[in-house]
């Protein structure tokens, strides 16, 4: 018996000592292949056995950390957060080169946990890779969204009902004279115009759906977003054992938003609207194309939520740096006012009328500039062998791209934390013409294959938003932060990051003008 367990254990202590060598051979083969295989990029040093740079990325402020160490690295580098190694682009310069001049071989997006766990990745448009599925389904979009060529008095039909409604409720914030937060209102209006465009529907502000949809965008920044819920992606097998209320979080935030298609789904069939987006990606599953681009329901429910969380967060968060902006600086907004009623007098500005107004379009180009709300886009994904800026970078490897470093890069950007509308501006006080080196550094909505794909829409939206904002009333600090001279920051590196950065909650008070 003695016998017996002795060999046991001889066994067995053998067996231990031959997993231990595997595993270390493992570990030392896949340090030297990665050596060889990323050799020629600048790495950012020093790395921890195990962890490589994690410990010095606060995810939160993942950007911030990324462009301090373009000082030291320059601006291509890559970082190792556990076994990823991941290339970073903190210029103008090298975002351009990756982007746009070899858009083939950036375009792809990393595999990932959370989005491969409920099949996003072979659905959605934001996380799929590059794919002929994610092509015909950028196109199709598009086109219905109408976002080019004609579709400025469209999306000007689907906001102009909203705008009253926003407009209504500062009004009667107006009447009451208390300082109030504007998140609220902002939202509901900047979402029923995804909302109309999506499905063809909207809904009264006073409508419970719309907490609904908060509460769903909020668990989705949460667990989505490129914050702090990007621990997961480093420690996935924490999550799939359950051991983390992250992988609780992961589940709720898909039951909701399930529930909420399920909803809208009923109320789309018996509309029977084509005329939406999603309509008429809904009417695509039975043709050829539905069949050999596998378009199914599930993928107009991830597109459907790609462009409402996509579509409404981003809009709503610019429109609110817009307010802070006005209370921090108010001769902007008093500036805009008089250009807005010089030109159009009381009534909501159109699109054709935003080449009369220069500074309008300058505060608006500087917002996005100064925010960089999507400081590291989505990320990205080589399909191929491929380089920038000359260095070689291996096929499959994960790509952050830092726009915010590029947008507050000083080499370009004089004082790039003031906000100053006049960067934009001749010594007229023309627009710089799109074509123009100083607005071509501007890179809020990426670039190349995967730039956003709502960008003219945004950009159309802003303005309306904008306009009918500060031609109606006047924005004043609250009166407990104009005497306590406490107003909230308006500098984005005191800005919370979830899907986009966002400042914190403030009130403020409206008047009529
Ligand atoms: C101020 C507003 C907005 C900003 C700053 C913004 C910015 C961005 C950025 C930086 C990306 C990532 C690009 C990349 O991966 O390189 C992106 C992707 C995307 N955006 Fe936007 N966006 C805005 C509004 C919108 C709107 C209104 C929509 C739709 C209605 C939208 C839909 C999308 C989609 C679908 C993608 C994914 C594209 C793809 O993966 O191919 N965005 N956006």
């Given at each position: 018996?003695k016998q017996?367990r002795?060999?046991y254990?001889?066994?067995s202590?053998?067996?231990?000592?031959?997993?231990?060598?595997l595993?270390?051979?493992?570990?030392?083969?896949?340090?030297f292949?990665?050596?060889?295989?990323?050799?020629?990029?600048?790495?950012?040093?020093p790395?921890?056995?195990?962890?490589g740079?994690?410990?010095?990325?606060?995810?939160g402020?993942?950007?911030?950390?990324?462009?301090?160490?373009v000082?030291h690295?320059g601006?291509v580098?890559?970082?190792k957060?556990?076994?990823?190694?991941?290339?970073?682009?903190n210029?103008y310069?090298?975002?351009?080169?990756?982007l746009?001049?070899?858009?083939?071989?950036?375009?792809?997006?990393?595999?990932r946990?959370?989005?491969s766990?409920?099949d996003r990745?072979?659905h959605s448009?934001?996380?799929?890779?590059?794919t002929p599925k994610?092509?015909?389904?950028?196109r199709?979009?598009?086109?219905s969204?109408?976002?080019y060529g004609?579709?400025?008095?469209?999306?000007?039909?689907?906001?102009a009902?909203?705008?009253?409604?926003?407009?209504?409720r500062?009004q009667?914030?107006?009447?009451?004279?208390?300082?109030?937060?504007?998140?609220?209102?902002?939202?509901?209006?900047v979402?029923?115009?995804?909302?109309?465009l999506?499905l063809?529907?909207?809904?009264?502000?006073?409508?419970?759906?719309f907490?609904l949809?908060?509460?769903?965008n909020?668990?989705f920044?949460d667990?989505?977003?490129?914050?702090?819920?990007?621990?997961?992606?480093?420690?996935p097998?924490?999550?799939?054992?359950?051991?983390?209320s992250?992988?609780?979080?992961l589940?709720?935030?898909?039951?909701?938003?399930?529930?909420?298609?399920d909803?809208?789904?009923?109320?789309?069939e018996?509309?029977?609207?084509?005329e939406s987006?999603?309509g008429k990606?809904?009417?695509l599953i039975?043709t050829?194309?539905?069949?050999?681009?596998?378009?199914?329901?599930q993928?107009?429910?991830?597109?459907?939520t790609?462009?409402?969380?996509?579509?409404?967060d981003?809009?709503?968060?610019?429109?609110?740096?817009l307010?802070?902006?006005f209370l921090h600086?108010?001769?902007?907004?008093?500036?805009?006012?008089?250009?807005?009623?010089h030109?159009s007098?009381?009534q909501?500005?159109t699109g054709?009328?935003?080449g009369?107004m220069?500074?309008?379009?300058?505060?608006?180009?500087?917002?996005l500039?100064f925010i960089?709300?999507v400081?590291?886009a989505v990320?990205?994904y080589?399909t191929?062998d491929?380089?920038v800026?000359d260095?070689?970078v291996?096929?499959?490897?994960?790509?952050?791209?830092n726009l915010?470093a590029?947008n507050?890069?000083s080499?370009?950007w004089?004082?790039?934390w003031t906000?100053n509308p006049?960067?934009?501006?001749?010594?007229?006080?023309n627009?710089?013409?799109?074509?123009?080196?100083i607005?071509?550094r501007v890179?809020?909505f990426?670039a190349?294959?995967r730039?956003c794909l709502?960008e003219?829409?945004?950009?159309h939206?802003?303005?309306?938003?904008a306009?009918?904002?500060v031609?109606n009333?006047?924005?004043?600090?609250s009166d407990e932060?104009?005497s306590?001279?406490?107003?909230p920051?308006?500098?984005?590196?005191?800005y919370?990051m979830?899907?986009?950065?966002?400042?914190?909650r403030?009130k403020?008070?409206v008047?009529?003008?």
């Amino acid at each position: 018996m003695k016998q017996h367990r002795a060999m046991y254990l001889d066994i067995s202590s053998s067996l231990s000592g031959v997993v231990v060598l595997l595993l270390f051979c493992y570990v030392a083969k896949r340090a030297f292949t990665s050596t060889q295989r990323y050799s020629s990029i600048p790495k950012v040093t020093p790395r921890l056995p195990i962890i490589g740079n994690a410990q010095s990325l606060d995810l939160g402020r993942c950007h911030m950390v990324l462009a301090e160490w373009v000082k030291h690295f320059g601006p291509v580098f890559r970082i190792k957060i556990f076994m990823d190694e991941i290339l970073v682009l903190n210029s103008y310069e090298s975002i351009h080169d990756a982007l746009v001049k070899k858009d083939m071989a950036f375009a792809g997006r990393p595999p990932r946990f959370r989005t491969s766990k409920s099949d996003r990745d072979k659905h959605s448009i934001v996380w799929q890779t590059y794919t002929p599925k994610l092509q015909f389904l950028r196109r199709e979009i598009i086109q219905s969204l109408k976002i080019y060529g004609g579709g400025r008095e469209s999306l000007e039909q689907a906001c102009a009902p909203e705008l009253n409604k926003m407009l209504e409720r500062l009004q009667q914030e107006a009447t009451a004279g208390t300082a109030f937060d504007p998140v609220d209102i902002i939202y509901d209006a900047v979402c029923n115009v995804i909302l109309r465009l999506t499905l063809n529907s909207s809904f009264e502000h006073s409508d419970k759906v719309f907490q609904l949809i908060r509460s769903m965008n909020h668990l989705f920044n949460d667990t989505f977003g490129t914050g702090k819920g990007q621990n997961i992606e480093s420690i996935p097998f924490l999550c799939e054992l359950g051991f983390t209320s992250f992988s609780k979080r992961l589940d709720y935030a898909m039951k909701m938003r399930d529930r909420f298609w399920d909803q809208q789904k009923i109320q789309l069939e018996q509309n029977g609207s084509k005329e939406s987006a999603i309509g008429k990606l809904l009417s695509l599953i039975s043709t050829d194309n539905g069949e050999k681009y596998d378009i199914t329901e599930q993928t107009a429910k991830e597109v459907f939520t790609n462009l409402l969380l996509a579509g409404t967060d981003t809009t709503t968060t610019a429109l609110t740096c817009l307010l802070l902006v006005f209370l921090h600086y108010p001769e902007v907004q008093e500036k805009m006012r008089s250009e807005q009623c010089h030109s159009s007098g009381k009534q909501c500005s159109t699109g054709s009328e935003k080449g009369h107004m220069p500074y309008t379009e300058a505060v608006l180009i500087e917002l996005l500039r100064f925010i960089s709300h999507v400081p590291l886009a989505v990320p990205h994904y080589t399909t191929c062998d491929t380089s920038v800026m000359d260095i070689p970078v291996p096929k499959d490897m994960t790509v952050y791209v830092n726009l915010w470093a590029a947008n507050h890069d000083s080499k370009h950007w004089p004082d790039p934390w003031t906000f100053n509308p006049s960067r934009f501006l001749d010594k007229e006080g023309n627009l710089l013409p799109p074509g123009h080196p100083i607005r071509r550094r501007v890179i809020a909505f990426g670039a190349g294959r995967r730039v956003c794909l709502g960008e003219a829409l945004a950009k159309h939206r802003l303005f309306l938003f904008a306009s009918a904002l500060v031609k109606n009333f006047r924005f004043k600090p609250s009166d407990e932060d104009a005497s306590a001279k406490c107003l909230p920051p308006v500098d984005p590196r005191t800005y919370e990051m979830g899907i986009v950065l966002h400042p914190q909650r403030f009130k403020l008070k409206v008047e009529s003008v």
